[in-house]
């Protein structure tokens, strides 16, 4: 079992930063690839960023591409989310997610284990 706690988020004007942090707690960190996924209203969960076990391959969604970074700090059992130059599509409830089996980045369902989101508002 492996518990996550999503934190950082916030209300925001366009083109600020943000960042986002997930603690994990329980079973060992360094086994589980992380996933940051986000849900507009009405909208289905989207994938955001994944970052491998060791850290050497790290996915982004286009949308997010150069201007979001996902790193992880295995001594803290952390995973963060750094958000520049938000904008207002950004907007949503931030999720981390852990996952031991490879497979899909972008597959919500394939992670085991999720955070309780965070909430990232961004006015323009």
């Known amino acids: 079992q492996v518990q996550l706690v999503d934190a950082g988020g916030g209300l925001v004007q366009a083109g600020d930063s943000l960042r986002l942090s997930c603690a994990a707690s329980g079973r060992t960190f360094s086994n589980y690839a992380m996933g940051w996924f986000r849900q507009a209203p009405g909208k289905e969960r989207e994938f955001v960023a994944g970052?491998?076990?060791?850290?050497?391959?790290?996915y982004y969604a286009n949308s997010v591409k150069g201007r979001f970074t996902i790193s992880r700090d295995t001594a803290q059992m952390t995973v963060y989310l750094q958000m520049n130059s938000l904008k207002p599509e950004d907007s949503g409830v931030y999720y981390c997610?852990?996952?031991?089996?490879?497979?899909?980045?972008?597959?919500?369902?394939?992670?085991?284990?999720w955070g309780q989101g965070t909430q990232v508002t961004v006015s323009s």
């Open positions: 970052i491998s076990r060791s850290a050497n391959n790290i």
């Open positions: 997610a852990a996952r031991l089996a490879l497979g899909n980045w972008d597959a919500a369902h394939e992670y085991d284990y």
